[in-house]
């Protein structure tokens, strides 16, 4: 599809002055729209509600954190926890027996725990249970998002709740870790592959390298900051995650307006498998449920990327719909021809805003 723009113009310069790659008539917009915001007086604060991964961020900070741990075997969980998550269901997944795939890698996992607890995480990466249980999770992972009984109202969760036995410090200073590691990383994929015991046979899961913030949203964020307009995150990744990141990016949202799927917490504040109570899992009308029960107010400005920023995006009477274009199919592609949504194209391969609302695979 081409541009409605010549293909020469390659930035737009923003009111900051700050030269960013904009899709020129969505800077436009915003400018316009945020004046007659002010010019309004309103009563109450104006609050703005942005998504973070693929939407703040290039690639995706609870994934990134679930991939580091699983690599570096970074497991407070105990195996009795571990066969709580995982799901009883009859059937199969992919065509695999889903109690020959959660057997095995309880099988795999109770090999490896003595060392990961005695924190001997490098001798745990030796054993070859090691292989089995980081290919076959990372492919149960990506399989379940996927199925219809399972999907990412599962896997959301279940990503959180390996992170139990985790204290919020020490969860934080993890968050910390694997970002400073992803922005190092070259923008790559990267496969595991196995040949597990049959049933299971040929196993095959990818992951994506690199993490980076986008500038232009963060100069959003801070011109809203700076017009009196309260910025907001509501994520479907682990909350405590996106707030270290959020912080090391150098995003100007504090801690205390960022939401994002939460677990439970023991008596000693260390996070655990169970539900975050009243509280709603913050993916597609949960984020919805998020603005409404927890920030209270319309939102004059909502960011997303993906379905599970559907209903926020579609929200009634949001005054900007930013929709940061990633090539995806499904719910979301539905929004993109959409007159409310200001479509932003991506360059996918260096993950960069370009200024034009297509975007470059």
Request: proline share 6%.
């Given at each position: ?6 293909e ?5 310069t923003?009111?900051l ?7 020129p008539d969505n ?7 945020l ?16 998504d ?5 961020v ?9 991939r ?5 075997m ?7 926890q ?5 799901p009883?269901?009859?059937g199969?997944?992919?065509?695999r027996?889903?109690?020959v795939?959660t057997?095995t ?7 490896l ?5 005695n ?22 992972t990506d ?5 219809e009984?399972?999907g990412p109202?599962?896997?959301?969760p ?5 992170l139990?036995?985790y204290?919020?410090?020490?969860l ?11 922005l190092?990383?070259?923008?790559i ?8 015991p ?5 196993i ?20 809203l900051q ?18 270290e ?5 150098g995003?100007?949202?504090p801690?205390?307006h ?13 996070l ?9 899992l ?14 209270g ?14 209903e ?8 900007i ?5 990633r ?35």
């Amino acid at each position: 599809m081409k541009s409605s723009k010549n293909e020469t113009q390659q930035q737009a310069t923003n009111t900051l002055g700050v030269t960013e790659n904009w899709f020129p008539d969505n800077l436009t917009l915003i400018s316009s729209r945020l004046k007659e915001i002010s010019a309004r007086n309103t009563p109450g604060q104006p609050v703005a509600v942005f998504d973070f991964d693929n939407t703040c961020v290039f690639r995706d900070v609870g994934q990134a954190v679930f991939r580091y741990q699983l690599l570096q075997m970074r497991y407070r969980i105990a195996p009795e926890q571990l066969a709580e998550i995982l799901p009883t269901l009859p059937g199969d997944l992919c065509g695999r027996p889903l109690a020959v795939i959660t057997s095995t890698l309880m099988q795999a996992y109770q090999q490896l725990w003595p060392l990961i607890a005695n924190k001997e995480e490098e001798q745990a990466q030796r054993l070859p249970e090691y292989r089995l249980f980081t290919a076959l999770l990372l492919w149960f992972t990506d399989m379940a998002r996927k199925d219809e009984r399972l999907g990412p109202r599962y896997v959301l969760p279940f990503m959180g709740k390996l992170l139990a036995g985790y204290s919020l410090p020490d969860l934080r200073q993890l968050a910390a870790e694997v970002v400073t590691t992803a922005l190092t990383e070259p923008l790559i994929e990267q496969t595991l592959a196995l040949n597990a015991p049959d049933p299971l046979g040929r196993i095959e899961a990818s992951f994506s390298l690199g993490l980076h913030a986008y500038q232009e949203i963060k100069t959003l964020m801070q011109r809203l900051q700076d017009q009196g307009v309260d910025c907001y995150v509501v994520s479907a990744s682990t909350e405590w995650l996106v707030e270290e990141a959020a912080r090391l990016l150098g995003f100007p949202v504090p801690a205390d307006h960022i939401f994002g799927v939460r677990v439970g917490l023991n008596e000693q504040a260390l996070l655990t498998t169970a539900d975050s109570d009243a509280y709603p899992l913050t993916f597609r009308e949960g984020k919805a449920e998020i603005i409404r029960q927890f920030i209270g107010a319309t939102p004059v400005l909502v960011a997303g990327d993906a379905d599970t920023d559907f209903e926020m995006l579609t929200l009634p009477e949001v005054a900007i719909r930013l929709l940061i274009n990633r090539n995806q199919t499904g719910l979301i592609s539905t929004l993109y021809q959409d007159p409310r949504i200001l479509l932003q194209g991506l360059d996918l391969r260096t993950g960069q805003f370009r200024p034009f609302r297509e975007s470059l695979a």
